[in-house]
């Protein structure tokens, strides 16, 4: 079993900086595509990035040029530069993971890191 524990939250001003990452532990055959998504309250969770085992990377058009993903196939590790920040970022930013296990692939969520974008 895969477990996703996010950090680098935090309280940001409009226009700041904040680098979240995502590392996973446990047992598995590979991880495959890793990424990120946010949840704004009263609204549903969406896609921000997300990035393939080759580094392929896939951007929501409200961030492209604005944040990057990254990972650490060693460390099994994902990350999201977040700059130029803005209110509407704020929100609780999950990790997602797809593992492939001997029983198949499936969906792993972390428990989410609050990002706040004062303006």
Known sequence: QVHLVESGGGLVQAGGSLRLSCAASGVALSINT???YRQ???KQRELVADITSGDSTNYADSVK???TISRDNVKYTVYLQMNSLKAEDTGVYYCHADV???SGTSGCWGQGTQVTVSS
């Open 65 to 67: 040029g604005r944040f």
């Open 40 to 42: 704004a309250p009263g």
């Open 34 to 36: 890793m990424g990120w």
């Open 100 to 102: 492939r296990s001997f």
